[in-house]
């Protein structure tokens, strides 16, 4: 089977007959598959780091994918990389340029993965768009909007496919509520809680840094903003930007529309000596419907304690969702027990659906006392649903798999970039409402990409 590596996105109809079937998310892509093994897709990624490695481990367990190449400035970097694509049976050659590999492996890859800081999201994206492949690029598309727009303008000028990885968009159990849980079962969501909490930690440091003339070339004063420039606002925006853009994501996709505005309160004294980005921060995101109506989404990310660790809730007049990207953190759904909600009947059709699982739990016992005054502002609480999907992959597998249905046979992407560039928008003004101890009031256009500057 000849494979065109320059146009090598194709319809599903003419291959589903014969290729082999391995996992698709999408309902509506069911018949589009992951070809076979001479239909491979070669794939180069660029940055072999912390989140190079998770996304790695996903793609060598995806059948039809070949790594070819690895780019990291780092050196100990790509020796690891090579021996980590050798115990798979991946040949990798690994360079320190992006360009020079983009330049000698041009005829060999097809697509690829960018994992580097936020700040080089945009020129690594955009040169790799301009050499005629398609691109998956970590979230956060950068910490500067106009680089996110530029990401946007030269997809669409280039033709070729840029994937943001926002990876709840594909993953099974987040796609199943919020095709049937939150439009279906919740009633009106008028109020939306996640939160990411992580311990107090120092710097990462390592013994054989890159060598400071490496580190002066591409950008860093030191190997302290190499490995940890999440915390600096020139490479990443901090843990709002690195952590909450997962999240708020969410809230964007569970109400359709973006917020109309944010408040946001923040510190940067929790570690000693303090950090230069917010180590805690405090949202609320107001969010204005197409009816009228308004609902928040209050917003937690702290880096001082851990209590509680990370999960989303959405919140209805009838039951209220509670997930997590690990499921044990969140993976239920409890009924509101309230005059005029939904009755045991109704309840159980969502069960026979096979939305959510049976719980012999759901009807509230009861008690009869005699000396004790009831509480009226407690309410009956039912006990929680699981939820009947799950999802048995490493987290970013189904994204990526997604990406390169997308690539073969032309499946609609799950976080294309123009989606991914409303909640850049949404996480960067929250930096800016703690800056300025104000709300940070959105113009509808603001989520939309602006032409390029004249």
């Known amino acids: 089977m000849e494979f065109d590596r320059r146009t090598f996105v194709k319809g599903a109809a003419a291959t589903a007959a014969f290729l082999p079937s391995f996992s698709i998310l999408r309902a509506e892509d069911k018949d589009i598959t992951i070809g076979p093994k001479d239909d491979d897709i070669n794939v180069a990624m660029i940055g072999f780091g912390a989140e190079g490695k998770v996304l790695a481990a996903s793609l060598v367990r995806i059948p039809g994918v070949r790594v070819r190449a690895v780019c990291d400035i780092w050196r100990f970097e790509q020796q690891r ?114 939160q990411w909490n992580r311990t107090l930690a120092p710097f990462f440091t390592y013994k054989k840094p890159p060598k400071q003339d490496i580190l002066t070339k591409y950008g860093y004063t030191n190997a302290e903003q190499f490995h940890n420039w999440r915390w600096f606002y020139k490479y990443g925006g901090g843990s709002m930007v690195d952590l909450g853009s997962h999240q708020i994501d969410l809230f964007i996709w569970a109400w359709g529309v973006p917020p109309s505005s944010v408040t946001a309160i923040g510190g940067k004294d929790a570690f000693d000596p303090p950090r230069e980005a917010y180590d805690r921060m405090y949202c609320i995101y107001e969010f204005k419907m197409p009816d009228g109506t308004k609902n928040e989404a209050i917003y937690q990310v702290i880096s001082s304690n851990a209590r509680g660790g990370f999960y989303e809730q959405f919140m209805g007049v009838n039951a209220s969702l509670t997930i997590a990207e690990i499921s044990a953190r ?122 390029r500057a004249s």
């Open 81 to 194: 990389a090579k021996a980590f694509f050798k115990g798979y049976g991946h040949t990798v050659n690994t360079y320190e340029d992006y360009r020079e590999m983009l330049e000698k492996e041009d005829k060999n890859i097809d697509a690829v993965i960018v994992a580097t800081p936020d700040w080089m999201h945009c020129e690594h994206t955009c040169a790799c768009l301009r050499a005629g492949k398609h691109v998956y690029c970590e979230k956060e598309m950068s910490n500067r909007l106009e680089l996110a727009a530029e990401m946007c303008r030269v997809q669409k000028e280039t033709g070729k496919l840029l994937q943001i990885g926002h990876q709840r968009r594909s993953n099974p159990r987040y796609r199943h509520c919020f095709e049937h849980i939150v439009p279906n079962m919740l009633g009106r969501v008028t109020t939306a809680y996640a």
């Open 330 to 451: 969140g993976n239920t759904v409890q009924r509101e027990l309230r005059q005029g909600g939904l009755s045991d009947a109704e309840w159980q059709k969502f069960i026979d659906k096979g939305w959510i699982l049976p719980n012999e739990g759901d009807k509230v016992k009861k008690e009869v006392t005699k000396d004790i005054a009831v509480d009226t502002r407690i309410s009956a609480q039912a006990n929680g649903n699981q939820l009947a999907i799950e999802m048995n992959k490493p987290a970013h597998m189904p994204h990526l798999e997604n990406f390169f249905a997308a690539c073969r046979h032309g499946a609609a992407l799950n976080c294309p970039a123009e989606l991914a560039y409303e909640s850049a928008v949404a996480v960067l003004a929250a930096n800016k409402s703690a800056d300025s101890h104000a709300k940070y009031v959105f113009k509808p256009e603001e989520f939309k990409v602006p032409p």
